[in-house]
């Protein structure tokens, strides 16, 4: 399935909103997991490692994401909306840390922020969501 900005997301077979909150932390592990698909300080980029322009949350052409980005871009939502699907599985799998200061912490790592969305996948598989 394809977002209206063009992007290709790792979402088959079902509508955005019928993925359980496991569902939505894997694609979005998934979205991010490649090389260059994750970012620091932002939702969203255009390009990787380059700010956006001043007052773009969301890019109209996303090419990687920050944890919580790739919660709202796997449901089609953006940053605008106050929760997303999953958000919660995720603060549990990462000790109730908020999402953005976990996955902005400059020693973050990618690998670290997929693992923590695998995790958080688990938890929600694991109380049959």
Do not use: H
Not at 60 to 66: A, L, S
Not at 100 to 116: G, I, K, L, W, Y
């Amino acid at each position: 399935m394809s977002s209206s900005q063009g992007n290709s997301l790792p979402v088959s077979g079902a509508s955005r909103s019928d993925l359980k909150p496991s569902e939505v932390l894997a694609k979005a592990a998934d979205l991010i997991e490649p090389e260059g698909r994750w970012t620091q300080g932002a939702f969203a980029r255009s390009r990787p490692g380059k700010k956006n322009v001043v007052g773009t949350v969301w890019p109209r052409k996303r090419v990687c994401w920050c944890a919580r980005g790739a919660l709202f871009e796997v449901v089609g939502s953006s940053p605008v909306a106050l929760d997303v699907i999953g958000e919660d599985y995720l603060e549990r799998a990462i000790g109730g840390e908020v999402v953005p200061a976990f996955n902005d912490e400059p020693e973050r790592t990618q690998a670290e922020v997929v693992a923590a969305l695998r995790k958080a996948a688990k938890l929600a598989r694991a109380e049959g969501q």
